[in-house]
């Protein structure tokens, strides 16, 4: 792995794509041995899970379902503290025991607004959430990230679906912002 430039950031190599195998691998298991007689409904929030998600299905040994939401809330390197909701859930969850699939949680503001929109709206059985990446020195919210693959510093990370301001996500390693650039 060599340092990128994708738009006007460097980037240096953080997670060789092995690396992140194994720990969606562990994080498929994990979660097989809570839902293993059950049936669960993986919601991936697009689009920056798309890799994670992918891998993570391949890997579960179990039956499930699958469903997706689109919600943003980063304008290039910074989040906005806004999230906006871009596409309907694509899967009824009344009823179902329902794990919300994330490449990263930061601020956890877009978990937080999609536990209110489910538990208000569609009425699941119940709600956990798996998230690749976990940013704790800026995660501030009382509710639980259930399954944590990695906690990252924090520091704007490409690559495997994550992208700066659309490009890097076909990535499969991960990258992370250079020193002496913006963190956010």
């Known amino acids: 792995m060599e340092s990128i430039k994708v738009h006007d950031k460097s980037f240096v190599p953080y997670l060789k794509h092995e690396e992140i195998l194994t720990i969606v691998d562990r994080m498929a298991k994990e979660v097989y041995e809570e839902y293993k007689d059950e049936r669960p409904v993986f919601i991936g929030v697009l689009s920056g899970v798309i890799q994670f998600f992918s891998d993570f299905i391949k890997a579960y040994p179990g039956e499930c379902e699958l469903g997706f939401i689109k919600m943003s809330s980063y304008v290039g ?72 693959g990695k906690e990252i510093p924090n520091k704007f990370v490409l690559g495997y679906g994550l992208d700066y301001d659309e490009l890097g996500r076909n990535l499969k390693d991960l990258y992370q912002l250079e020193d002496g650039s913006i963190n956010h």
């Open 77 to 148: 390197t910074e989040s906005s503290g806004i999230v906006f909701k871009e596409m309907e859930l694509t899967k009824d969850i009344k009823d179902r025991h329902i794990i919300l699939m994330e490449d990263i949680v930061d601020t956890g503001n877009t978990i937080e607004n999609l536990f209110t929109y489910f538990k208000e709206t569609q009425r699941p059985k119940s709600i956990k959430v798996a998230s690749l990446l976990l940013k704790p020195d800026v995660y501030k919210k009382e509710f639980k990230i259930d399954y944590v």
